[in-house]
């Protein structure tokens, strides 16, 4: 088919006149079952936002599904879909009255050379629906992602179907094996619930049932429970959603906003925690080495021991999580090392003496002198001794750079001794590019995840913001902003942010704590 075919079969979809009727899209999101690209402008929120000038690109993917709940059943009279260039091919549009079975209402073929807007007054069945899914089932360049600017659906609310909304749905964590969950429900009648944890069905709840609790779970383990009604006539309503963490594990927030205290620079840990309280996680670094062997030692050097002790004290005070980073990117003669299990016994007796005089949770290793200096299997040692010395509430947390893959082998042998995978996105001229920053990220965290098999609640994106040694080597607020948000879309239970270091955020009025800690904690 010519360019020009494809053209006028667009336009013969349907008249280009003014829709009549509120957008029904107007605060609905898709959800795509292709992770977006992180370049441009990604995420899938991006295809309702009301604005053609912003774009949705998923990962390279054939085909693709997106799908909006319109949260009731409604007669489709118009779409209105504008397809970037040269990306999505061939298109379906189904709609759906329960979410699970679908009909196909449209379908069509894009131009490959230029922005495209569709609309469709003209359905091939019943454009009937409460659940819209538009296919893209192939693409014209298969080295780019499928792409939309924007889609527009109109039509009249059916109110012969059942609508129902569940709300307010929450858990509280009793103890270490049992959460309750309690919600709300308004709307038609039903038949029954469908509550979920993770993939799995584990009750079915009566329509009348406002709380089910769940027991025989695991300590120190997050779990993500999905509530859905059931209606008597047919259909579902709205997937509602929470996520709990028992306790009996790791002491951790949910979310973090970290920043490391630079013993050589401060600021004073008292002047930390009253101008940027969003800080729920220090680590003060650094714990040093002899340059032989595996004895670490520690010196706040900007400050007493003495006032180091009470300023941190009432930091923990105030919740925040206090961890010991042990090496860092030192000379030699101040490193550590764990070559052999007599240098790893060496560095726990060294780090018990260091976390009992100063009160630390935790310990964070940032050994940056590679596999020559350390292995897996005696770093392991390390972390697991300590655990089974203080208990599941002590915090592990291993600091690579994102290169580092046998950093990625230890966090896997580590297994539950490791609470948390911190990847340093900072210190390469290449952060400076936007772009490239914020698919390394995207990468990254997709490369851990999927091929390690490390969860997303352990991973902490670390973040340069300011760094006048090394300008070239960071990026603004709003970059790592955006990658964080881009993937927490896709991982919700993603950890959370970290700046190296307090002082350079102090040097912008604190503009990362105050930029991350509402995004973040929210």
């Not at 709300?167 to 009793?174: A, C, E, Q």
């Not at 039903?190 to 779970?217: E, F, K, M, Q």
């Not at 120190?220 to 859905?228: A, I, S, V």
Request: hydrophobic share 35%.
């Amino acid at each position: 088919m010519s360019r020009f075919s494809r053209r006028a079969q667009a336009a013969a979809s349907g008249n280009t006149s003014a829709p009549t009727g509120p957008n029904l899209l107007i605060g609905k999101v898709f959800t795509s079952d292709v992770a977006d690209s992180g370049t441009e402008s990604g995420p899938i929120a991006l295809a309702s936002d009301q604005n053609t000038n912003t774009r949705w690109i998923s990962q390279p993917s054939s085909p693709v599904n997106i799908t909006a709940d319109l949260s009731g059943v409604y007669d489709l009279s118009r779409l209105v879909i504008t397809f970037a260039a040269d990306t999505i091919r061939n298109y379906t549009v189904s709609v759906s009255t329960n979410g699970s079975s679908y009909t196909q209402i449209a379908s069509g073929i894009t131009d490959n050379t230029t922005r495209q807007t569709i609309t469709i007054t003209s359905f091939s069945g019943t454009p009937k629906g409460r659940y819209l899914r538009i296919t893209g089932t192939d693409r014209w360049n298969v080295s780019w992602g499928n792409s939309i600017w924007e889609v527009e659906a109109y039509g009249t609310l059916d109110s012969s179907f059942p609508v129902g909304s569940v709300s307010s749905f929450s858990g509280t964590v009793i103890s270490n094996t049992q959460v309750n969950l309690t919600w709300g429900y308004s709307g038609s009648t039903l038949t029954n619930y469908t509550l979920r944890r993770g993939g799995t069905v584990i009750a079915s709840p009566a329509a009348g049932a406002t709380s089910y609790n769940d027991t025989g779970l695991t300590a120190g383990t997050t779990y993500t429970y999905t509530l859905t009604g059931n209606f008597s006539a047919g259909g579902t309503t709205n997937t509602a959603s929470v996520s709990k963490t028992t306790t009996g594990g790791s002491s951790l927030p949910s979310k973090l906003v970290g920043a490391y205290w630079q013993m050589y620079q401060g600021p004073t840990v008292a002047e930390v925690t009253s101008s940027a309280p969003e800080y729920n996680i220090q680590y003060a670094a650094f714990a040093l080495g002899n340059g032989g062997g595996g004895t670490a030692t520690f010196n706040p050097v900007f400050q007493s021991a003495a006032s180091f002790k009470t300023d941190m004290a009432a930091s923990k005070a105030q919740g925040c999580k206090w961890l010991i980073s042990i090496g860092g990117g030192v000379p030699v003669g101040s490193q550590v090392f764990i070559r052999n299990q007599t240098e790893a016994n060496q560095l726990v007796a060294s780090l018990k003496n260091i976390v009992d005089e100063y009160g630390f949770q935790g310990v964070d290793f940032d050994l940056e002198n590679g596999p020559s200096g350390w292995s897996p299997q005696y770093m392991t040692s390390v972390a697991t001794q300590l655990k089974a010395h203080y208990g599941n509430q002590f915090i592990i947390s291993i600091v690579p750079r994102p290169y580092e893959g046998f950093y990625y082998d230890t966090a896997v042998m580590m297994g539950s001794a490791c609470d948390l995978v911190q990847l340093q996105f900072y210190d390469n001229p290449s952060t400076s590019n936007t772009t490239w920053l914020r698919q390394w990220i995207r990468d990254k965290v997709n490369e851990i995840v999927n091929n390690y098999g490390i969860p997303a609640s352990k991973i902490v994106i670390g973040c340069i913001t300011y760094y006048p040694e090394y300008g070239n080597g960071s990026n603004t607020v709003a970059v790592y902003r955006d990658a964080f948000l881009e993937l927490e879309a896709i991982y919700p239970d993603l950890r959370g942010v970290f700046i190296w270091e307090s002082s350079l955020d102090k040097l912008k009025a604190w503009n990362f704590a105050k930029t991350m800690g509402p995004v973040v904690l929210s």
